[in-house]
Every structure is written in structure tokens, then in C-alpha cells.
């Protein structure tokens, strides 16, 4: 499809200026593009029920006659309710509609509709609100699309008629025919018409499976041959291992499973003819940063500049203070950069960079702007890594000259989705724990549990240590989810009160941030109630206790991801999970959690229960977004790095012209341009 990829929107119909800047925002400049807009969801109005059949389904589309039109009635204010008695063979049910007169006018006594919406029983009548309607002749399967603004999916619908109506008589599909085969995938030109008007359920279900393939493809494609560019690089050899001097000045004495990563990161860097290209996995606790630490202590004595990022301000900070703590009797500089260093400061820093003045710099993505420059950048640590775009990570890299990287992957990914994901990124496994700590105990709750636990929390803080509480939302809204700012208010009528209670979000300045998290840090908080910024890396060994409201709401990984942030010390830690949730599904994945304190058991699990869909959908990854992705199984990803294997060692370029199409969408994927 390249050429509709030249042809602007604003071409298609009823598509004007304004318009237009609604479909940019959706992603779609081009009509090309609009074309890869794929539908959130369908309306299947081909099989319609009956009255009795809909009030035993979920939404639906239900055939029925109008017996009677009741006139409209002013409720309050504008509000005005429509009422209609629709019937089939062997029911009635009410409908009603909202100010929805241009609906209400198109009903006609005694004439035969379809009404698609829920039925629900209400105390023996049956009824329908605001239900889309529709005369019997036009029983197709609608798209539903992403909803921008004030687009509705209606008008896209509309657009994308029009555009593929100008797709070309034979489209030239990326995916070649005997792949096509082999996986039993059927054709762009079926694909792209079936995913927006399928002819039947089934035609739709092939075509997703079709883009769900393809986009995997193009992903692992992209991924590998981002990797292999690297390998061909020259590297920053190191002539050194000091290991030795920097356990001197180490507090604590390593782990095997430290001692035995930082060996082979070394190894990396003294042997390979190419740059280290090292994910370095371990489950919260393990001891990654000192890892981190050591490695860039030998890269330094090496004469080569570190770049440390970390996807917090708050994390960035702390790294630096234990950074900082750590090398305070070596003459190694450290500097700390993020989006709230004063410009200043921030000019000063880049001096003593381009200088070589500072050695390690830790930072966020405030690393990677324009005028950070470095004089010897040769080897780049970024923590969580999943965390940053593939992008975000490649612009840092290159202010170096094929620096060494390493990356840090607190979230296990499961390893099945690592190794496909980062491909030939060398793995090393911290699978053991620093001695002398003990498995946080778990426990799942509900609501009416509440007081007990706060007597409990009572005792542990008069015993000294300090408790998280975790709220997902920020602010009251009309959502029934406790927010950080109603529960902190909340707590002060009961046994906690006389504890000081702070608490932490997003939304606050950094600087309010850090000076939270450094009382916190320094035992001055007793109790810190919080959103999930502190999900990530915050290293306080005095917390025992990890409270989490709503814990439905979270993934377990993430939820293991809490739970970490207690158990970091020597005295016993506790993770309390409040839900009143009553589905058994979601009561069985919470449950894994008191079952187990194995990341990695636990994101085998997720992936399990949610696909990993999620780990694309989530965004906890870093790469491109996918659009079709979050609909796929296991399998898919397996099929299609196979193929994407399969290609590669064939045409490791995408030279021969039976991929040019391939390559093109590889290349949009990853926009390889602005990398390189
Ligand atoms: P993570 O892998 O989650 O990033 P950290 O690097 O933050 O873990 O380490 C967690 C805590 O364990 C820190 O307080 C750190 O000082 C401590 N720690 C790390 N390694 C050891 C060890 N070998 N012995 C004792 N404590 C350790
Ligand atoms: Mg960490």
C-alpha cells in the first residue's frame, strides 16, 4: 500500500481541516494510514436475538416490533426521556432513550427494528437504555473504532469506506505467499476488507489473526536487525578488571549470583570484539544496583564516561545517593541530571561532560536531550529498561561511539517473551536473594478486614518500621476506587491517626516528591500512602508493611513489583491485598500472589492468565506500539519469530524484492531514519 500512504486524508470526503487534525490524532495522516486504523471492537447486528436469548447475553443485537410510543417527557432541565414498548413472539421489553430524538423519530408504530444494546431484567419487566437502532434490511457487522475528540466512530467508518474503495485492484502484500502458506495466514487485500466490514464473524477473526501476525513479524524483524547493527560496531575494549578495589568498598559482601553477573559483564567488555549488549535480570531485591555499580567502577578505571538512566526522578535520585554513599572514598565523580535540575546547573554538568570532568552521570530521560554531550561515553546503564522506548534508549546510545550497554529488567519479563523481545541480548539471571531475608508473607482481604489490619500496622510502627498504602487513583473522582488523597484524609478516624502520614502521586512537583521520599527514606514518615510511583526500584529496608487497596485493579506483576518495595531489610515483611472483588477469575490471580515470591513464577503466570497482549497493550516493553498485538496468543508470537527467523537468514537485509514491502513497513515500524 505505499502510495495511499502519499494520499493526505483531507482527500477523502467530509474530511476538512479540522477533521483532519481529529485522524492525525488517531494516527492517521494518510490514507495509508487510516487503513491501519483497526477497530476496536464490532457490533455484530447479523444475527440478531430474541428478546428472551439477549437478556441471557451480554451486549447484543435484538430483533423486535414496536407495540407502543409513549411521548416524550421533560425529566429536569434539557433532559428528555423517550419511551418505547418493543415485543417479539413471546416478550416485551421497555426502551428507553435520552434526548435522543433524531432515534426516537425514526421509530414507527408497528414496524420491526433492530435495537443494539444490553437487555437486562429489571425485577421481571425487561428493559433497554439508549440502545443504537437500526431498521432490519441493514443486518451487518459494524467496526467500532477508537474514539478521538469529537470523532466518532461513526464518522470513521465513513472515511474508511471511502478508502477502501481506493485500494488497488492488487495489493502488493509484505508478508510472501509461501509464509502466507505456511502459517496459514490469509491476504492483505482479504485482510484489510475484512478487519473494517467482514463479511461473517469468521472472516473477521482471520483478518486480525492475519495483522496480529504481521505486526509481530515486523516487530521481531525491526528488533533483530536493530540488534545485529550493533554487533558489527567497534567496541570500547577495557584492558582491566578492578572488581577487586570496588568490593573494598562495598558495605555488604556480594552474592554468587552478583558476583558471577558483574564476571561476565567484565568479560564482555574485556573480551568481545563487540560492545556488551547485556540484559541483566533479577527479581525485585536481588541487588541489581550494585551490579550496576561495580561494572561502572571497572569502566571508569578504564578511562570511559557511564551514563546510568532510570525512568524516575525519584529513582534517579536514589540511585545517586547510594551511588554517591558508595564511591564517597573514591576519587569517581558523580552527577545527577533530570527534569528538574535548574538550567544553571544543568549547563555546568554538561561542561564537566564534554570535559570528562564527571564519570558516572544518572539521570532520567533528561539524559538523552539534545545538549547533553559527552566526552568518552562508553558505557550506558539503563535501569527498568522496559520502560523506555527502544528509541529513547538508542538516542542515548548514541552520544556515545558504540558504548557497552546494559540493561536492567526489574519486571521479570517472562523469559520465553525476553528472549523473543530482545532477541540476541546476552542474559544474565541474579536468581538469588541477598542473605538474611525472609519471604514477605501475603495475604488476601476484603474490605470489612480493614480495622484488623490497621490494628496490625499500628503495632508494627510502634515497633518502628513503616508501612506503604497504595491507592490507585489520585484524586476523588466519581469513581468508587479509593484515592490516595480521600484514604490519607480518611485515616485520621482511626487507630492510625496519631502516626505521621504523607502522601505521594504522580501529579506532585519533584521537588515535593523527593522531600517525601527522603523523609520517608530517613524514617520521619510512618506511614506513606501512595499511588504506584513508587512501584518502581524506591529502596527503604525499614518498610515492613505493604497495604494495597483495590488490588484487582493492578497486574500481578506490577503487583510484585509493590510487594518488593518491602522485604528489602532483616526484619519480616507483609504484603496485605484489600479486594472486594467477588469474581472467582480475578480471586485466583490474586491469590497467586500469597502463593508465591517468585517473579518469575508470577509473570509466567500473568502471562498465562492475560496474554501477552498486556505486555504489549501496558506499553511495559519499550517498543513500538502495536495495534493489533493486544488481541494475540502465545502462539502467534511463537509463528511469527519463526518466520521472522526464517526470512533473516535467508535475506538479512531485506534485499530481495519479495520483502521491499516488508522492509517498508519494518522501517515505518521503528522509523530507522530518525535512530541512525
Ligand atoms: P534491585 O535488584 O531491586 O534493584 P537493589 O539493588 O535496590 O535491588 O538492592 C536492594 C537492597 O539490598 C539494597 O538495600 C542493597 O543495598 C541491598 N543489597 C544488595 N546486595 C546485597 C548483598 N549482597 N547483601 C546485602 N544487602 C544487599
Ligand atoms: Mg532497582
Not at 541489581?288 to 555499580?293: D, F
Given at each position: 500500500?505505499?502510495?495511499?500512504?502519499?494520499?493526505?486524508?483531507?482527500?477523502?470526503?467530509?474530511?476538512?481541516?479540522?477533521?483532519?487534525?481529529?485522524?492525525?490524532?488517531?494516527?492517521?495522516?494518510?490514507?495509508?494510514?487510516?487503513?491501519?486504523?483497526?477497530?476496536?471492537?464490532?457490533?455484530?447486528?447479523?444475527?440478531?436475538?430474541?428478546?428472551?436469548?439477549?437478556?441471557?447475553?451480554?451486549?447484543?443485537?435484538?430483533?423486535?416490533?414496536?407495540?407502543?410510543?409513549?411521548?416524550?417527557?421533560?425529566?429536569?432541565?434539557?433532559?428528555?426521556?423517550?419511551?418505547?414498548?418493543?415485543?417479539?413472539?413471546?416478550?416485551?421489553?421497555?426502551?428507553?432513550?435520552?434526548?435522543?430524538?433524531?432515534?426516537?423519530?425514526?421509530?414507527?408504530?408497528?414496524?420491526?427494528?433492530?435495537?443494539?444494546?444490553?437487555?437486562?431484567?429489571?425485577?421481571?419487566?425487561?428493559?433497554?437504555?439508549?440502545?443504537?437502532?437500526?431498521?432490519?434490511?441493514?443486518?451487518?457487522?459494524?467496526?467500532?473504532?477508537?474514539?478521538?475528540?469529537?470523532?466518532?466512530?461513526?464518522?470513521?467508518?465513513?472515511?474508511?469506506?471511502?478508502?477502501?474503495?481506493?485500494?488497488?485492484?492488487?495489493?502488493?502484500?509484505?508478508?510472501?505467499?509461501?509464509?502466507?502458506?505456511?502459517?496459514?495466514?490469509?491476504?492483505?487485500?482479504?485482510?484489510?476488507?475484512?478487519?473494517?466490514?467482514?463479511?461473517?464473524?469468521?472472516?473477521?477473526?482471520?483478518?486480525?489473526?492475519?495483522?496480529?501476525?504481521?505486526?509481530?513479524?515486523?516487530?521481531?524483524?525491526?528488533?533483530?536487525?536493530?540488534?545485529?547493527?550493533?554487533?558489527?560496531?567497534?567496541?570500547h575494549?577495557i584492558?582491566?578488571?578492578y572488581?577487586?578495589?570496588f568490593?573494598?568498598l562495598l558495605?555488604?559482601?556480594?552474592?554468587?549470583?552478583q558476583?558471577?553477573s558483574i564476571?561476565?559483564c567484565i568479560?564482555d567488555m574485556?573480551?568481545?570484539?563487540?560492545p556488551m549488549n547485556r540484559l541483566i535480570q533479577g527479581?525485585?531485591?536481588s541487588g541489581k544496583t550494585a551490579v550496576a555499580a561495580a561494572v561502572c567502577y571497572t569502566a571508569v578505571k578504564n578511562g570511559l564516561q557511564c551514563a546510568f538512566m532510570a525512568p524516575t526522578e525519584i529513582l534517579a535520585q536514589q540511585h545517586y545517593e547510594s551511588l554517591t554513599q558508595l564511591f564517597k572514598?573514591s576519587?569517581v565523580h558523580i552527577a545527577l541530571l533530570t527534569g528538574s535540575t535548574?538550567?544553571?546547573?544543568k549547563?555546568?554538568i554538561n561542561?564537566l561532560l564534554?570535559?570528562g570532568s564527571i564519570d558516572i552521570i544518572i539521570g532520567t530521560h533528561a539524559l538523552i536531550s539534545?545538549?547533553v554531550s559527552f566526552n568518552r561515553l562508553g558505557l550506558v546503564v539503563t535501569d527498568e529498561q522496559h520502560r523506555f522506548g527502544?528509541?529513547q534508549r538508542s538516542m542515548l546510545i548514541s552520544k556515545g561511539?558504540?558504548p557497552h550497554i546494559m540493561v536492567m529488567s526489574a519486571?521479570?519479563?517472562?523469559?520465553?517473551?525476553?528472549?523473543?523481545?530482545?532477541?540476541?541480548?546476552?542474559?544474565s539471571?541474579l536468581?538469588?536473594?541477598?542473605?538474611?531475608?525472609?519471604?514477605?508473607?501475603?495475604?488476601?482481604?476484603?474490605?470489612?478486614?480493614?480495622?484488623?489490619?490497621?490494628?496490625?500496622?499500628?503495632?508494627?510502627?510502634?515497633?518502628?518500621?513503616?508501612?506503604?498504602?497504595?491507592?490507585?487513583?489520585?484524586?476523588?473522582?466519581?469513581?468508587?476506587?479509593?484515592?490516595?488523597?480521600?484514604?490519607?484524609?480518611?485515616?485520621?478516624?482511626?487507630?492510625?491517626?496519631?502516626?505521621?502520614?504523607?502522601?505521594?502521586?504522580?501529579?506532585?512537583?519533584?521537588?515535593?516528591?523527593d522531600?517525601?521520599?527522603?523523609?520517608?527514606?530517613?524514617?520521619?514518615?510512618?506511614?506513606?500512602?501512595?499511588?504506584?510511583?513508587?512501584?518502581v526500584g524506591i529502596n527503604?529496608?525499614?518498610?515492613?508493611?505493604?497495604?494495597?487497596?483495590?488490588?484487582?485493579?493492578?497486574?500481578?506483576?506490577?503487583?510484585?513489583?509493590?510487594?518488593?518495595?518491602?522485604?528489602?531489610?532483616?526484619?519480616?515483611?507483609?504484603?496485605?491485598?484489600?479486594?472486594?472483588?467477588?469474581?472467582?477469575?480475578?480471586?485466583?490471580?490474586?491469590?497467586?500472589?500469597?502463593?508465591?515470591?517468585?517473579?518469575?513464577?508470577?509473570?509466567?503466570?500473568?502471562?498465562?492468565?492475560?496474554?501477552?497482549?498486556?505486555?504489549?497493550?501496558?506499553?511495559?516493553?519499550g517498543?513500538?506500539?502495536?495495534?493489533?498485538?493486544?488481541?494475540?496468543?502465545?502462539?502467534?508470537?511463537?509463528?511469527?519469530?519463526?518466520?521472522?527467523?526464517?526470512?533473516?537468514?535467508?535475506?538479512?537485509?531485506?534485499?530481495?524484492?519479495?520483502?521491499?514491502?516488508?522492509?517498508?513497513?519494518?522501517?515505518?515500524?521503528?522509523?530507522?531514519?530518525?535512530?541512525?
Amino acid at each position: 500500500m505505499p502510495s495511499l500512504y502519499k494520499i493526505p486524508i483531507q482527500t477523502l470526503n467530509k474530511v476538512g481541516p479540522k477533521k483532519a487534525e481529529l485522524f492525525r490524532k488517531l494516527g492517521a495522516e494518510s490514507v495509508g494510514d487510516l487503513l491501519r486504523i483497526y477497530p476496536r471492537t464490532y457490533e455484530d447486528w447479523s444475527n440478531p436475538l430474541t428478546i428472551e436469548e439477549a437478556v441471557q447475553s451480554d451486549v447484543c443485537c435484538v430483533r423486535a416490533r414496536i407495540e407502543k410510543i409513549c411521548p416524550p417527557a421533560r425529566i429536569r432541565g434539557n433532559m428528555i426521556i423517550y419511551k418505547v414498548i418493543a415485543a417479539d413472539e413471546y416478550d416485551h421489553m421497555n426502551v428507553t432513550f435520552f434526548n435522543q430524538k433524531y432515534t426516537y423519530e425514526k421509530l414507527r408504530s408497528g414496524g420491526e427494528f433492530l435495537f443494539y444494546g444490553c437487555v437486562r431484567n429489571n425485577f421481571g419487566s425487561y428493559e433497554m437504555t439508549s440502545p443504537a437502532v437500526s431498521d432490519t434490511v441493514s443486518s451487518v457487522i459494524h467496526p467500532i473504532y477508537p474514539q478521538v475528540g469529537t470523532l466518532t466512530s461513526k464518522q470513521i467508518e465513513n472515511a474508511m469506506q471511502q478508502a477502501i474503495k481506493m485500494l488497488p485492484e492488487k495489493t502488493n502484500d509484505p508478508i510472501p505467499r509461501d509464509l502466507r502458506e505456511k502459517y496459514g495466514i490469509c491476504n492483505l487485500d482479504f485482510a484489510i476488507r475484512n478487519i473494517h466490514f467482514p463479511v461473517n464473524n469468521d472472516a473477521a477473526v482471520r483478518s486480525k489473526k492475519r495483522f496480529v501476525f504481521e505486526e509481530l513479524l515486523i516487530l521481531q524483524l525491526g528488533i533483530a536487525m536493530l540488534n545485529r547493527g550493533r554487533i558489527c560496531a567497534v567496541s570500547h575494549k577495557i584492558e582491566r578488571d578492578y572488581t577487586d578495589e570496588f568490593l573494598k568498598l562495598l558495605s555488604f559482601v556480594p552474592t554468587n549470583a552478583q558476583l558471577r553477573s558483574i564476571r561476565e559483564c567484565i568479560d564482555d567488555m574485556l573480551k568481545l570484539e563487540h560492545p556488551m549488549n547485556r540484559l541483566i535480570q533479577g527479581d525485585v531485591g536481588s541487588g541489581k544496583t550494585a551490579v550496576a555499580a561495580a561494572v561502572c567502577y571497572t569502566a571508569v578505571k578504564n578511562g570511559l564516561q557511564c551514563a546510568f538512566m532510570a525512568p524516575t526522578e525519584i529513582l534517579a535520585q536514589q540511585h545517586y545517593e547510594s551511588l554517591t554513599q558508595l564511591f564517597k572514598a573514591s576519587d569517581v565523580h558523580i552527577a545527577l541530571l533530570t527534569g528538574s535540575t535548574t538550567a544553571a546547573e544543568k549547563r555546568r554538568i554538561n561542561d564537566l561532560l564534554i570535559t570528562g570532568s564527571i564519570d558516572i552521570i544518572i539521570g532520567t530521560h533528561a539524559l538523552i536531550s539534545d545538549d547533553v554531550s559527552f566526552n568518552r561515553l562508553g558505557l550506558v546503564v539503563t535501569d527498568e529498561q522496559h520502560r523506555f522506548g527502544v528509541r529513547q534508549r538508542s538516542m542515548l546510545i548514541s552520544k556515545g561511539d558504540s558504548p557497552h550497554i546494559m540493561v536492567m529488567s526489574a519486571t521479570p519479563i517472562p523469559r520465553t517473551l525476553a528472549l523473543m523481545i530482545f532477541g540476541d541480548l546476552d542474559l544474565s539471571v541474579l536468581d538469588e536473594l541477598p542473605p538474611g531475608r525472609q519471604k514477605t508473607d501475603t495475604y488476601l482481604v476484603d474490605g470489612s478486614k480493614r480495622h484488623r489490619i490497621y490494628g496490625f500496622i499500628k503495632k508494627h510502627i510502634e515497633n518502628g518500621n513503616q508501612c506503604y498504602i497504595v491507592c490507585p487513583l489520585v484524586e476523588k473522582g466519581d469513581s468508587p476506587l479509593v484515592s490516595a488523597e480521600e484514604y490519607a484524609e480518611s485515616l485520621k478516624k482511626t487507630v492510625l491517626s496519631g502516626f505521621r502520614t504523607e502522601i505521594l502521586h504522580g501529579k506532585m512537583k519533584s521537588r515535593e516528591k523527593d522531600r517525601i521520599m527522603n523523609e520517608f527514606a530517613s524514617g520521619n514518615i510512618d506511614i506513606l500512602v501512595s499511588t504506584t510511583v513508587i512501584e518502581v526500584g524506591i529502596n527503604v529496608p525499614n518498610a515492613t508493611i505493604m497495604l494495597i487497596e483495590n488490588a484487582e485493579r493492578f497486574g500481578l506483576s506490577q503487583l510484585h513489583q509493590l510487594r518488593g518495595r518491602v522485604g528489602r531489610g532483616k526484619d519480616k515483611a507483609y504484603c496485605i491485598l484489600i479486594s472486594d472483588i467477588q469474581k472467582e477469575s480475578s480471586l485466583e490471580r490474586l491469590q497467586v500472589m500469597c502463593k508465591t515470591n517468585d517473579g518469575f513464577k508470577i509473570a509466567d503466570e500473568d502471562l498465562r492468565l492475560r496474554g501477552p497482549g498486556d505486555f504489549f497493550g501496558t506499553r511495559q516493553h519499550g517498543l513500538p506500539e502495536l495495534k493489533t498485538a493486544r488481541l494475540t496468543d502465545m502462539m502467534s508470537l511463537e509463528a511469527a519469530g519463526k518466520a521472522a527467523a526464517e526470512i533473516l537468514s535467508s535475506d538479512p537485509e531485506l534485499e530481495d524484492k519479495r520483502h521491499r514491502a516488508l522492509k517498508f513497513e519494518v522501517q515505518r515500524l521503528f522509523s530507522f531514519e530518525t535512530i541512525n
